[in-house]
């Protein structure tokens, strides 16, 4: 009997390193035979079976060394006998193995093979059958290791990792053999690695790598590390070859795999690129030159003889260079400073052979010294063809070996160039440099206008800078001009030019070295003709550079002179009229001794003058002007004339008399208009003038000179004596006692009359009158008060005028109402008036001078007068009595109170009358009163107060006024000052002067009302907590409970509302509560408690107050070592209110000192380490956890004090469920760690067992770390997390971290197939759509990405190609479940096929939705956090797969009448064609259609227009649009079809309406849609 059994046991201690899984059919039987025997079938990994070695290592069960070798039992099979260990093979699939007389053997079972059964091979020697290799490479892919820079033409090596990404399902599980594969690598310019293949290395693999394995359970990626390329060779290459580095990886040249079987290698598709890659390399280095400078000075006797210095500098990374003709260095002339254009006189290579090779080391500087060039540096800047000299260096044109040259820019960025050119600008040696140009001229010495060819002798010194200026010589050198101008730089218009007047003697002379180029007698002839002086105010002279110049000399000035000018002023040498010595001779009237005064009359005079002999001749009407006025000089500058100004007194036959020829103009008889003659000499202008100048409008034109100055005027002044009396001022004073409003009284005057200096002298009788009266006006305007018209004596109103000296009038007496003057409105001022007396004798002319002119008839003296009863206050005090109080909120109260008005003794005076007073009171927020005046009365006296008389030396004092106060809901703190104010009464019966002091003004005295108002007094409160109330539980926050008596001030007003108190309690580090420390409750009063009334004078009781929970356990600790109350007024009480305390201020405060008994966690840090964790198993973690205590903790010893707990959530703060918790992951010795002063614990190295790899992966991305107090600590004490923003305290502190997921996806691009519909039809609802999308991704970089909702994909509408914009008709998710679920597995794209949905395009045309996008995402609600990057949106051009209205063809039927008259109408029906995805159309004038016959089939030439309608007919959806029974009116159709009209037409084309909006497509794109048919002409005879 034979039983078979499996033996777990035996199973679990044969796990072959997990090669063996029952997936892959790696089964382990162990059959157990009762003869002592066991058979065991093993597949091995590969699923080839086990090789003969493998079946041979004995399993580690096997017991193969009894206690005495010796007693081994030997084993029997198949009747052959085997000792202890031996082993034997029984046939390709079977091997044994003698274990102490078991037999046990292994049983090689095949697995099921996956290539064709023609293809599979038996091994001889081998149990099971074999498929031939097979590999599918997908991808391949490198890495370079090095981002060193690459130096060219240096051996060098590059090394890089070759990973190869194979299809599974066409690659065997494993390829086994040697020389297997191979790498080709190369060097190349082209990022697809064809071209020029640098550095070619037919297999970059070692021997080890051509011969390794390929295993899927490997794979991805399969990688060769560390292949090498090596970069020598003779053709080293340049910068520009080293772009990228590009492999190809393929089967080797002569594989053999394992058992020699044939081995099938391809692309996936056959796609060769597939098996290539190719890297940017890292930069490379070549010659780069930052800069370079060169300098040439001449070298020789001859100027053809240089030297060139030419230094090289480089950037810092250059390569060394080390070769033959490495540089080359061209010099030569150009006209510009680039050196672009022609070149002049170069020589292209100037080093000779050992410069062209000087070497690069370190990209040390290069310098070339004493470059010999036979280059002539005279020859250059002397033509405009070489105004620089170049110098272009390259690198040579046979350097050996070859290099990259390139050259940085100004910005310092490679300018990618082959050479650079420096140029310097050159200059001709010779240089004349002129400073300034000075004419004179020697002959004539004067030039007369209006003249024909005067001759012009001139001496013109042109002045150099002797630094700048060298030796100029040479032929033609110098051209100089002259002209006219009318500005004296010689800008502008020139006037008669004279170009050259340098004779060739003058032209050709020598400029030398430190002198200054004078030419003398410098000779040429001027025209005048049809010039006058004012013409040409100026002549000049400009000196250049003579065109003709024999050598190209620099001509300069310094400073800048462009031209070079200099200009004679012609004021003193162009003449046309000198005149000189203008006399004249008048008779004016006399004044002084005159019975008849005329003040008006004319002046006659004769005058002459006399004019120069060179003077040229004229003849006119219009020439001569002579004006005559008053100056108040002899000069007669415009400023010092009078008006009136007599411009012209000549008449017409004076103003054009010709010129003598004793050279005299003589003017007898010339008369002036009347003017006031009395004036004459007086005042101000005491001078008479005649004036003789060229007429203002002449009729010949000329120049008018005076001889002396060469003004154009002649003129004589002469000083005139006054001839009337001009008083000036009247100096007076005025003296009166008892002085009463309303009565004359005598006034006692001194007056005496001043006069100006031009006064005549007068005597005789009655000459003076003065008045006196009172004025408004401070100049005595207007009204006279009380005028008393003359109050001079006979003696003194004819006191006479006397050398100019003051009259002295004397003391004057008059009855005047002087009382009045200031006291009544209006009448303010006390005037005087001096005049001439009504009926002097003799009469004379009386002048009174204002303001430079002649004013009014009389001197008028006002002086102002105030009135002289006066009220002048230094102050106003007010005094309240030291128990008056007025409380707020109450009505009805009386106030008294003590008013002075302090006067100013020496200036008041007695005020006395009716309605004196006005003493007004109000409250105010200001101390001096300004601003809003609250609850004012206008008058608080009574009717004696307000009449009460001031007396002399004596206050205003009103001792009790009493005035009455209604404070209902006005709160004291509302009217913090309670003023009066006293002023004038605006009754009063006198206009007395009411003059408060200025600094007091207005009258005003403002009393605080502190200490005068009251409304609550709080003088202390007190507390009684709750002892009875619930327990505290430790770390929750609890109320604090219990009652507050106030104690109240018996002053205090009744209160009754709502909402009237504030009770803050808050904890403090000092017992008088200063420092709050949080939190602060700021009201814990409920509402009811908050209207509690104060009555009688108090107190207030609060019972049973209860705050909101308060964190207890801090109360005592650090710096919360008081329990503060603080009682005030609510913020809006109902009624407002003032509360006070007796010191003072606006809150009562109790402090009370509390106990402390908690540690107070500040921060909690910790830092974890695991390996590679497996997602779902719980893994070993390693924490380092810190924990910082607030200084406020107390120091805490003893067991069990402290538990760490981990987890893993979904909230950063820890909150929510918690994943994998590990509890009490400390050691004992660990949680009994004390908190002593260092405030501080380290949980060092606390390990936990925890399923770190699910962290991030899935709804759980945080891990936790909790601290808290033990479960059972020998020591008592609170374990508190404080509170953050007020928030309540915890006894546990949490601690957590984010941790991200492993799975991520990068998308490459994303690649959309519309499948249905084939075309999308505007205005259309509800068409179906499918669609097939590909996502590629990057699979270097994409991992497996599993779990559920993972994908979005949304599809929209856009006008932009990138998707950018406003998204039209938005799906946001086309992905059923299944498809948002789908799996992303290794070396996969992503695809989502026959996507279903609807869009709708009701309302929308074409032209609207120009682009179809879509789009993947990563699905908000997908159930692992991956990371999803890349490009996944693309759109498609909708251009070709929206449609709106196609038509396809035109189709008509024409029908006439038989026979064809000449006119009848014409029927048409006309069919037109659309595509079937045509959208439908309706509305009116959609469409216009043209009949009309024409002489070609296409209708391009209309000849007679038979129809032209526009039609409303409806477009069906899909088509056609039929147009039948188009009768048209009666036509003339008798030619149709004859001749040129050969061929009827229909055309249809877009009627006028834009409602609907639609897209019209036609064939070809046209405007229109046409047909046309030929018709039978009817016309027999067509001649």
């Known amino acids: 009997m034979v039983v078979f059994a499996i033996s777990a046991d035996i199973m679990a201690r044969t796990r072959l390193n997990r090669e063996y899984s029952p997936s892959a059919m790696r089964c382990i039987f162990i059959f157990v035979v009762v003869l002592s025997f066991t058979f065991v079938s093993l597949v091995n990994s590969r699923g080839d079976g086990i090789e003969t070695d493998e079946l041979f290592d004995l399993p580690d069960y096997v017991d193969i060394d009894p206690e005495d070798p010796n007693d081994a039992t030997p084993c029997t099979y198949q009747r052959e006998e085997y000792f202890h260990t031996e082993r034997w093979v029984v046939d390709e699939c079977s091997r044994c193995f003698c274990n102490n007389g078991t037999t046990n053997c292994v049983y090689e079972s095949c697995p099921t093979l996956t290539c064709d059964f023609f293809d599979q091979v038996k091994i001889e020697g081998e149990c099971c059958k074999k498929c031939p290799p097979e590999m599918v490479v997908s991808r391949t892919e490198m890495v370079l290791h090095t981002e060193e820079v690459i130096v060219e033409g240096t051996r060098q090596e590059l090394k890089f990792d070759v990973s190869v990404q194979i299809q599974k399902q066409g690659t065997s599980r494993h390829v086994h053999g040697v020389k297997l594969w191979k790498t080709n690598a190369w060097i190349s310019r082209s990022f697809d690695g064809s071209g020029n293949r640098l550095f070619f290395t037919e297999n970059a693999l070692t021997r080890t790598q051509q011969d390794s394995s390929f295993s899927k359970p490997n794979y991805p990626p399969w990688l060769f590390g560390n292949v090498t390329l090596a970069l020598e060779g003779d053709k080293r290459g340049l910068c520009e070859d080293f772009t990228y580095l590009c492999v190809k990886f393929n089967v080797g040249d002569e594989p053999v795999t394992e058992f020699n079987l044939d081995f099938s290698f391809m692309a996936q598709n056959n796609d060769e690129s597939r098996l290539q890659a190719c890297t940017v390399l890292p930069d490379c280095k070549g010659v780069v030159i930052s800069d370079f400078e060169w300098s040439i000075q001449e070298a020789g006797e001859t100027r053809r003889q240089s030297s060139v210095d030419l230094d090289i500098a480089f950037q810092d990374d250059t390569r060394d260079l080390e070769g033959s003709g490495l540089w080359q260095a061209s010099l030569f002339a150009s006209s510009n400073a680039r050196g ?330 010339m008369k002036t208009p009347p003017f006031q003659v009395d004036r004459l000499g007086c005042g101000k202008y005491r001078f008479f003038c005649y004036e003789f100048k060229k007429a203002e409008d002449p009729d010949v034109d000329f120049t008018f000179n005076e001889d002396d100055t060469g003004g154009n005027t002649v003129l004589n002044c002469q000083e005139m004596e006054c001839q009337a009396v001009t008083p000036d001022v009247l100096d007076w ?117 204002q303001d430079g002119s002649y004013g009014p008839e009389s001197v008028v003296s006002c002086k102002q007068q105030e009135c002289f009863s006066k009220a002048v206050f230094d102050d106003l005090t007010a005094t309240f009595a030291e128990d008056d109080i007025i409380v707020e909120g109450e009505p009805d109260q009386l106030a008294r109170v003590h008013l002075t008005g302090v006067t100013d003794k020496a200036k008041s005076t007695v005020v006395s009358g009716e309605d004196l007073w006005t003493m007004a009171t109000f409250f105010s927020g200001s101390k001096v009163g300004r601003g809003m005046r609250l609850m004012e009365r206008t008058q608080i006296l009574d009717r004696d107060e307000i009449s009460q008389p001031l007396t002399r030396g004596a206050d205003l004092d009103f001792p009790e006024v009493e005035f009455p106060l209604d404070l209902t809901d006005v709160r004291c703190s509302s009217v913090p000052y309670v003023c009066f104010e006293l002023k004038k009464n605006k009754l009063a019966s006198i206009n007395y002067k009411f003059k408060p002091d200025p600094e007091q003004e207005p009258l005003i005295n403002c009393q605080s009302t502190e200490g005068l108002c009251k409304g609550v007094v709080g003088r202390f409160l007190s507390w009684a907590p709750d002892e009875d109330a619930n327990g505290h539980v430790p770390g929750e926050r609890s109320p604090i409970i219990g009652d507050v008596t106030v104690d109240v001030a018996p002053i205090s007003r009744d209160l009754s509302g709502k909402d009237l108190w504030k009770l803050s309690i808050f904890a403090s580090s000092d017992e008088d509560g200063v420092a709050k420390v949080g939190p602060v409750f700021d009201q814990v009063l409920s509402k009811s408690q908050r209207k509690t009334p104060l009555q009688d004078g108090g107190p207030i009781d609060f019972e049973g107050i209860v705050t909101q929970p308060y964190p207890i356990d801090q109360l005592g600790c650090g710096e919360s070592k008081y329990l503060c109350l603080e009682l005030r007024k609510s913020d809006e009480p109902i009624p407002e209110f003032d509360f006070e305390t007796t010191e003072g201020e606006d809150v009562l405060k109790h402090c009370i000192e509390q106990t402390c008994d908690a540690v107070f966690l500040d921060e909690l840090d910790w830092e974890m380490e695991f390996d590679m964790p497996v997602p779902g198993e719980k893994s070993p973690v390693s924490f380092d956890i810190n924990a910082r205590f607030d200084d406020m903790s107390r120091e805490v010893n003893g067991e069990d004090l402290w538990q760490v707990n981990v987890f893993g959530s979904n909230n950063g703060d820890g909150a929510g469920e918690r994943f994998s918790e590990d509890s009490r992951i400390l050691t004992e010795e660990q949680g009994a760690l004390p908190l002593d002063e260092s405030l501080s614990i380290a949980f060092q190295n606390a390990q936990a067992a925890f399923d770190i790899g699910s962290i991030g992966c899935t709804e759980f991305d945080h891990v936790c770390v909790e601290l808290t107090r033990g479960r059972e600590p020998t020591t008592e004490f609170h374990f508190i997390v404080p509170s953050v923003e007020d928030e309540l305290p915890t006894q546990t502190a949490i601690s957590c971290k984010p941790k991200s997921c492993g799975s991520m996806v990068f998308f490459e691009d994303l690649v959309p197939e519309i499948l249905v519909p084939e075309v999308f039809t505007e205005g259309k609802d509800n068409q179906r759509t499918e669609v097939n999308l590909t996502g590629i991704t990057d699979k270097g970089r994409t991992t497996q990405v599993a779990g559920e909702d993972l994908w979005q994909a949304n599809t929209f509408f856009s006008l932009n190609g990138d998707g950018s914009g406003e998204r039209l008709l938005e799906h946001s998710q086309i992905l059923d479940g299944d498809q948002a679920s789908w799996a992303l597995l290794d070396d996969q794209d992503w695809t989502a096929e026959a996507l279903d949905f609807d869009v709708d395009l009701a309302g929308l045309t074409c032209d609207q939705i120009p682009y179809m996008c879509f789009e993947l995402i990563k699905n908000p609600a997908s159930s692992i956090n991956y990371q999803f990057e890349g490009e996944a949106l693309k759109c498609l051009d909708m251009s070709d797969r929206c449609k709106g209205v196609e038509f396809t063809e035109l189709d008509f039927e024409v029908t006439l009448e038989e026979p064809v008259h000449v006119r009848q109408p014409m029927e048409i029906d006309a069919v037109v064609s659309a595509n079937p995805y045509s959208r439908g159309v309706s509305g009116v004038d959609l469409w216009e259609l043209e009949v009309y016959s024409s002489s070609d089939p296409e209708g391009e030439e209309p000849v007679v227009t038979y129809a032209e309608e526009v039609l409303d007919t409806p477009l069906p959806e899909g088509g056609p649009l039929s147009l039948s029974d188009i009768i048209t009116d009666e036509l003339d159709v008798n030619l149709l079809g004859c001749g040129i009209q050969e061929y009827l037409c229909v055309k249809l084309s877009r009627g006028p309406s834009e409602v609907p909006e639609y897209t019209l497509e036609l064939p070809e794109n046209a405007d229109s849609i046409v047909t046309c048919k030929k018709q039978k002409c009817e016309v027999s005879d067509m001649r």
């Open 733 to 849: 004073t005025l003296e009166a006692e008892d002085l009463t409003p309303g009565m004359k009284t005598p006034v006692n005057l001194n007056v005496d009359l001043i006069f100006n200096d031009d006064t005549r002298d007068i005597s005789g009788d009655a000459l003076w009158r003065l008045g006196l009266f009172g004025s408004a006006a401070p100049n005595g305007s207007g009204p006279k008060f009380d005028e008393v018209h003359q109050i001079l004596d006979d003696r003194r109103l004819s006191l006479p005028v006397v050398d100019q000296a003051p009259i002295e009038f004397g003391e004057l007496l008059a009855d005047f109402e002087i009382g009045t003057i200031g006291c009544t409105e209006g009448v303010d001022y006390v005037c005087l008036e001096l005049t001439k007396h009504d009926s002097p004798q003799p009469d004379y002319i009386m002048l009174i001078e």
């Open 340 to 669: 672009t254009g022609e070149r002049f006189n170069e020589i292209e290579q100037i080093l000779n052979e050992q410069q062209s090779r000087k070497p690069i080391v370190d990209a040390e500087n290069v310098r070339i010294r004493r470059i010999q060039a036979d280059f002539d540096l005279g020859t250059i800047g002397c033509t405009p063809d070489t105004t620089h000299l170049c110098l272009e260096l390259q690198k040579g044109p046979t350097t050996q070996p070859d290099y990259t040259l390139d050259f940085l820019d100004e910005r310092g960025n490679h300018a990618n160039v082959e050479s650079v050119i420096k140029c310097s600008p050159r200059k001709c040696g010779a240089k004349a440099i002129f400073t300034e140009l000075m004419p004179e001229i020697t002959s004539p010495p004067v030039l007369i206008e209006n003249t024909p060819a005067q001759t012009v002798v001139l001496d013109v010194e042109a002045i150099t800078d002797k630094e700048l200026s060298t030796l100029v010589e040479g032929d033609t050198l110098w051209q100089m001009n002259v002209f006219f101008s009318k500005k004296p730089n010689g800008f502008g218009r020139r006037i008669g030019e004279r170009f050259q007047v340098l004779n060739s003697l003058k032209q050709t002379q020598t400029l030398g070295s430190g002198d200054d180029l004078d030419f003398s007698d410098v000779r040429f002839e001027v025209d005048l003709s049809r010039l006058v002086c004012e013409d040409i105010p100026y002549m000049c002279t400009e000196l250049k550079k003579n065109p003709s110049a024999s050598i190209d000399y620099e001509f300069g000035t310094k400073p800048e002179q462009d031209p070079f000018i200099g200009c004679l002023d012609m004021s003193d040498i162009c003449r046309g009229v000198i005149a000189r010595d203008l006399e004249w001779k008048a008779e004016f009237p006399n004044f002084l001794d005159s019975d008849r005064i005329e003040p008006i009359q004319s002046v006659e005079t004769n005058s002459s003058v006399a004019v120069n002999s060179i003077s040229r001749d004229i003849n006119g009407r219009t020439m001569w002007q002579m004006s005559v006025f008053a100056s108040s000089t002899d000069q007669a500058a415009p400023e010092d004339i009078l008006t009136p100004y007599f411009s012209q007194v000549l008449t017409e036959e004076q103003a054009g008399l010709p010129v003598p020829e004793d050279g005299i103009l003589r003017f007898q008889n």
